[in-house]
């Protein structure tokens, strides 16, 4: 699912002039990137949280050359599923009502 498929489902399930639908999709992702970005964490119960994680600096290697390089200390968001959504995405999904329909990923999740 894309954020045009979500913004098309808002606005076709709350009955929302397609316009609006994307306004509140927008302003919902910019609230939680601002979040992330203050190193604040977010809970939405029985979907999942999202906090950030710190990394050091370390050093890698190239895969292609085999050459050690630096990689600088980051800060990465991190999606951590919740409970409820987890036992649905088991179940096969088949409850569509729920706020967890949809079938989309999280780049990062973790168990």
């Known amino acids: 699912m894309t954020k045009a498929d979500l ?4 606005a076709e399930r709350a009955k929302l002039p397609h316009g609006r639908a994307e306004l509140l999709i927008c302003q919902m992702f910019d609230s ?10 977010i809970e939405i119960r029985g979907f999942g949280s999202f906090s950030i994680r710190s990394y050091k600096e370390y050093q890698g290697r190239n895969p292609r050359t ?23 995405v088991n ?13 989309s990923t999280a780049e990062g999740s973790g168990t």
Do not use: H, Q, W, Y
Not at 32 to 41: F, I, K, N, P, T
Not at 66 to 88: D, I, N, Q, S, Y
Not at 92 to 103: F, I, L
């Open 7 to 10: 913004i098309d489902l808002i």
């Open 32 to 41: 939680m990137v601002d979040a992330l970005c203050r190193g604040e964490g």
């Open 66 to 88: 085999g050459e050690a390089v630096r990689v600088r200390p980051k800060r990465l968001a991190f999606f951590k599923v919740g409970k409820e959504l987890r036992e649905r």
């Open 91 to 103: 179940s096969g999904g088949d409850d569509t009502n729920g706020v967890a329909s949809g079938g």
